[in-house]
């Protein structure tokens, strides 16, 4: 293909509108996964041409359109197999990539805030969550990449938090809007992350000024041992949608969703690494967990990973989380649009 021809096709690929009219017509082909409530667009590419930090640059209105209808988009085919490609990709997005602060896993700093997904074993399951919702600082959007897929399972499934909610019983629903959610974390590195990590500093006075501006009350019981308390709204409003959706960590810090061994080895429930309890302090009953974790399950997407594969979620719209896996697993994950509460 002499220069011009090329030129003019690649111009074609950048400004072509993203609708499944198939390959001949559109090298993007645009679907929609699965037959439940929570599904994600599918961005496949049909032609090597497509270059998809080219093609995100032209279809801004439209990936912001269908990111607010569906919650998540996964971009499919794009050869996106590197660190350094993702990293052009999440830049095509935006410039400002928030760095994992008041850490809840454990994560590897790749690149300018780029991360691994989680450094969690590869038998354990993480929890659906909306990342850092029990923060008052939290990304709006955060996208994965599939640099290595699994062996065996490793999925990311994904919930639609409109949904979720929406599966609750009003009397769920009324209960935690009401009281929101109170937080309690004992950071000490025995058990869960120790706070130098999850504040990343080892600045005393620095942890407790951020404690502060978060609204949240600390304590220290040791050099080495930091207990957190705070609270939360557990029932939002989207604030560019205005729909009401079930965005905190709730469920995925409660006492009941630890492994039997975590709870033998502390001596007092109150020292467990982490914990959540009505607003107002009370305890949240184990049926209304199973409640949540039912909630999840009956919204729940799941989709197998394949190498370049890039999903973007708005991170208020759609929870996360991840299954068991065998085999070597390589996600990464970048976060930007720094939501605050007012």
């Known amino acids: 293909m002499n220069t011009n021809v090329r030129k003019k096709s690649l111009a074609g690929v950048f400004s072509s509108k993203p609708i499944a009219t198939g390959f001949d017509e559109n090298p993007v082909a645009v679907s929609v996964w699965g037959q439940g409530s929570t599904r994600p667009l599918v961005c496949t590419a049909q032609a090597n041409e497509v270059i998809l930090t080219e093609w995100v640059k032209h279809q801004k209105e439209f990936i912001e359109e269908k990111l607010r209808q569906h919650g998540a988009i996964l971009f499919r085919n794009f050869r996106i197999h590197s660190v350094p490609a993702f990293q052009k990709l999440v830049q095509s997005f935006s410039e400002d990539t928030m ?76 209960r935690f809007r009401e009281k929101g ?38 304590a220290w019981k040791g050099p080495d041992h930091l207990e957190i308390k705070w609270t939360r709204p557990a029932v939002v409003q989207h604030p560019r949608t205005g729909e009401t959706i079930w965005f905190n960590h709730g469920f995925f810090f409660n006492a009941h969703n630890l492994d039997a061994m975590v709870h033998e080895v502390v001596d007092n429930e109150a020292n467990l690494p982490f914990n959540t ?66």
């Open 277 to 342: 309890f009505y607003g107002d302090g009370s305890p949240i009953e184990k049926d209304i967990i199973e409640e949540l974790r039912e909630a999840y399950n009956q919204t729940k997407c799941v989709f197998p990973w394949q190498q370049g594969d890039c999903i973007l979620l708005d991170n208020m719209l759609v929870a996360h989380g991840r299954h068991p896996f065998a085999g070597e697993r390589k996600i990464i994950v970048a976060m930007w649009e720094p939501n605050a509460e007012a």
């Open 99 to 174: 760095a994992y602060t008041q850490r809840s896993s454990p994560r590897t700093a790749i690149s300018d805030n780029i991360y691994t997904s989680t450094d969690h074993p590869a038998d354990q399951e993480i929890n659906m969550h909306n990342e850092l919702s029990y923060s008052a600082h939290w990304p709006m959007k955060i996208m994965f990449c599939c640099v290595q897929s699994p062996a065996q399972g490793g999925e990311t499934p994904i919930a639609d938090s409109r949904e979720v909610y929406k599966c609750l019983r009003k009397e769920t629903q009324d």
């Open 181 to 218: 959610i109170m937080y309690q974390r004992n950071l000490s590195g025995k058990l869960g992350l120790p706070w130098t990590e999850v504040f990343q500093t080892r600045d005393p006075k620095e942890v407790e000024r951020a404690c502060e501006k978060s609204g949240m009350q600390f």
